[in-house]
C-alpha cells in the first residue's frame, strides 16, 4: 500500500494538464503503484464559494482510492456551512487550508474556526506551503507561501490537531521540525524536498513517524517523489512508514 | 538492476550491460565542504548515475574575483582526481575578469582536462564580456552550461534569461549552449531557444511539473534535452526523465547520449 497525502482534483488555470480528473488521477496512482490519494479541490485556491469550490469532493465518499479532503478558505462567509456539510460526509478525512491563496496569515486566528472543528471531530489539517513555485507564478497571481513560523505557531496553539506541511522545501521542513516538532503533532510532507540525501537525515533527526509522501499530483507527477524515498538510504520498515503506515494511522485507512 | 520508478534505468538504457551509465550534466561542488563530493559519488551510483560533470561555484558570490574562480576551479580538479572514473569538470569563470579570465579557462582545458564552461549571474550572457569565453569555448571544442531562469519574483541583477541566451545563441552559432533550468519558466524556455539548433537544455534546478520533459522535447527534440540534477535529489531528478511520457530513445539520450555527444564523452 503506499498513501499519497497530497493531491489535488481539478483545474489549473495556468497550463493545461496531461492528466485532470478523477481518470486522470487513477491512471496516474496506477501507474505509480499508489494505492490511496487523498485529494482535495484545486477550485478551492481561486473560487469565492467553499461549498462550489468543494463539490466534486463532496460527491467523492463512493470512490475506494480517492479520499476526500475538504479545502476550506475560512474568510468567505459560508465556512460553517461548509464545516457542517464535512461533520455529514463521512469518508472526508481530513481539512486542507491555502493560507496564501486566501489572503491571511496562519497565526492571525483567522482560521481558528477549522482548528477548532478540527480539533473536535480528531481529524488532520494539511497545509500546503505552496502549489506552483513561486518563480513561476502568473504576474497578475502572486501568492506568497505560507511561513514555517506561522505552521509551528498553530502546531502550539492546537497541539491536539495533527498538522501535515506539505510542498516545502527541505530548509523549510527542518526549520517548521525543528521550531515545532517538540508539540508532536506536526508531520513533513516530503512533496517539495530536493536537497539529496534529505529523507536520510530527516529520519536520523526526527524519526520516521514524522515524515509521510505527497505527490502535488497532477500538477506534479507522483514518481519522482517517491523516488525519494523508495531510494532513500533508509531501511525498509521506514519506507513503509513514510509511505504508508504513518497515514494509514492518521487517516484511519484500512 | 536499478529501478527508477515505475521503469528500470536497465529497461531506459537498454539493458543490464548498458546500466550506470546516466550522465549527470550539471552538478556543483558543495558550498563550504568540497570533500562531500564523495557522498555524492556513492548516492549518484546507487541511482544509476555513472557520470558527474561538476563545476564549482566557489562561495557562490554573485560577481567573484579571478582568484575565488581560480580556487573554486581547483575544487573540481581535486574531485576529478579524487574519482577519476566519476567526475568530468567544467571551468567557472567571471567574464568580467577578461583576458586573466581566458587564461585561467585555458588553463582548465589544457592543464586539467576540464570538458566545459560554466557560466552563472555574474555578467548577463549578452555582455560584450562573454563573447570571447564563448569563442574561445568553440576553439577549445567544449559546451557552454549557461545558467538561465525567468522569475515572475525577479531576476538577479545579471542573471540571464531564456530569451539572452537565445540571443547569444545567434551570435555564435558554433557554439554549444546548454541552457541550464530549461530557463527555469519552461515553457517560455523551450519556446526562446527552440530557433537555436545549438542550445541543448537541461532538465534540473525546478520541481517536475508534470509535462515539462514532455513539453521540453515536443519543442527542442530529445537530442536538445539533457539530464542535470544541480545537486537535488537524484532518484527524484532521474525520475522526472523516466516518468516522462516520451519513447525510450528520447530517454537514453536525455540520460546520456545527448552529454556523450556534447562533453565528447
Redesign the interface.
Known sequence: MIVDVNAFLGPWPF?????SGIEGLERLME???VSHALVSPLESLFFGDNLAANAAILKLAGTRSLIPIAAINPLLPDSTELLGEVADHRAIRGLKLHPGYHGYELGDGSAALAFDFAEERDIPIMIPVRVQ???????SA?VPPTSPKGLAEVARLYRRVKILVCNARSDELTEVLDSGGSWGNLYAVVS????????ASAVGKYGPGRLMWGS?????????????I????IGAGEKRRILAENAEGIFNIR | MVRLGHVTAERHLGGTDRSMRIIDAHIHIPREDPPAVGNLVRAAERNGIGTLCFSSLGTWEYEPSLEACIRANGEVKWAMDKFPEKVVGLCYVNPASGEAGLREFERCIVEYGMRGLKLWVARRCTDPSVGPFIEAAIGYGVPVLQHAWLKSTGNLPNESTPQDVAEMALRHPDATIIMAHIGGNWEIGAQAVKACRNVLVDTCGTICDAGMIEYAVKALGAERVIYGSDNCDFAGQVAKVTSAEIPEEAKELILSGNAKRVMGL
Not at chain 1, 230 to 233: L, Y
Open positions: 497550463r493545461g494538464l496531461i492528466y501507474r505509480s503503484g513555485d513561486e518563480r513561476l507564478h502568473h504576474r502572486m517539495w524536498a530536493q536537497m539529496e540525501g534529505f529523507v502535488n499530483m497532477p500538477l506534479q507527477y507522483p514518481e519522482p517523489t517517491l523516488e525519494q523508495r531510494k532513500a538510504d
